[in-house]
């Protein structure tokens, strides 16, 4: 009964874990029209964002490109606290498919990927 009781908590116990750790939303993109893409978009993502819960870290048009190259003229870091929030939330949330055709009519290229926080392997 024990180990039943320790299986279920511990089956309950790593998803949740999971849920937990936060993810960054990276995008590349190629802004065409800066008016719309500013005003509208802008205004409409925004509250989106805020509601998942998410922080802004990077939106610029300036990068050091280090090594290979760097297309578009913005970029983009968003944290969030789980992939569930970004994806949920946000991304197919039903307000940003409707805010997501602004940025799409804006511009002329993006490149866009969710990656979860490092963690470090324990030693």
């Known amino acids: 009964m ?3 009781i320790l299986a279920t908590v511990s089956a309950l116990a790593i998803p949740m874990m ?3 750790d936060p993810v960054y939303m ?3 993109i190629q802004i065409e029209d800066h008016e719309t893409y500013f005003n509208e978009y802008g205004a409409g993502v925004f509250p989106i964002l805020a ?4 922080k802004v870290l990077v939106a610029s048009p300036t990068v050091n ?3 290979g190259e760097w ?3 913005w970029t983009v870091v968003i944290e969030f606290a789980n992939e569930q929030a970004a994806l949920d939330q ?3 949330s039903d307000a940003y498919v409707e805010v997501r055709k602004i940025r799409l009519a804006a511009t002329s290229f993006g490149n866009m990927v969710i990656a979860p926080a490092f963690v470090p392997p324990k030693q």
Not at 51 to 54: L, P, R, V
């Open 51 to 54: 509601e998942a819960g998410a």
């Open 26 to 28: 990276i995008a590349q």
């Open 90 to 92: 946000w991304y197919n």
């Open 65 to 67: 490109t280090l090594e």
């Open 18 to 20: 999971a849920m937990a």
């Open 71 to 73: 297309a578009g003229n």
């Open 2 to 4: 024990k180990s039943l």
